[in-house]
């Protein structure tokens, strides 16, 4: 299952943009949407790549993957590096800053995700972590020393 639709992409990418990206041929006329099967092949394979590693990340976590509820995290995740892929593959046209930083952004979390410093919506807690306490005291810094201390 995958992560978000061609339609969660085109909430973020116009129509026009994605057709762009994507109709090598110039087979995409607007007249009839029977020509689409190669923009929604190309649409379908940039999400599975960016799906793959959402769960290269997610592996470490351990999870059943594919995840069969999708977050909504994971969700704006996916559409990220959805898009970036199908910029990637217009090697001769510049990638806009935008999209490059979306996607740094969207790595960032996938680190933070896998590190356990961010909770992703899977709907479990992480588990807790001692508190420490930490002081800057030394041995000389008491003001008893043991032997009286042993006393009480």
Do not use: H
């Amino acid at each position: 299952m995958a992560y978000c639709t061609r339609e969660d992409i085109e909430k973020d990418l116009p129509k026009a943009d994605l057709i762009q990206l994507t109709d090598d041929e110039g087979a995409v006329t607007g007249e009839d949407d029977s020509d689409e099967t190669q923009v929604e092949l190309r649409v379908s394979e940039a999400i599975a790549k960016g799906d793959a590693v959402i769960d290269g990340y997610l592996r470490s976590r351990n999870v059943t993957l594919p995840l069969t509820s999708v977050p909504k995290l994971i969700n704006t995740l996916s559409v990220d590096l959805a898009i970036w892929g199908l910029y990637k593959r217009r090697i001769s046209q510049e990638m806009p800053q935008t999209i490059a930083d979306r996607y740094k952004n969207a790595i960032n979390l996938l680190q933070q995700i896998q590190a356990g410093k961010l909770g992703w919506g899977d709907g479990t807690t992480a588990p807790a972590v001692p508190a420490e306490y930490r002081t800057d005291m030394q041995k000389r810094d008491r003001l008893f020393p043991k032997r009286v201390l042993d006393k009480f």
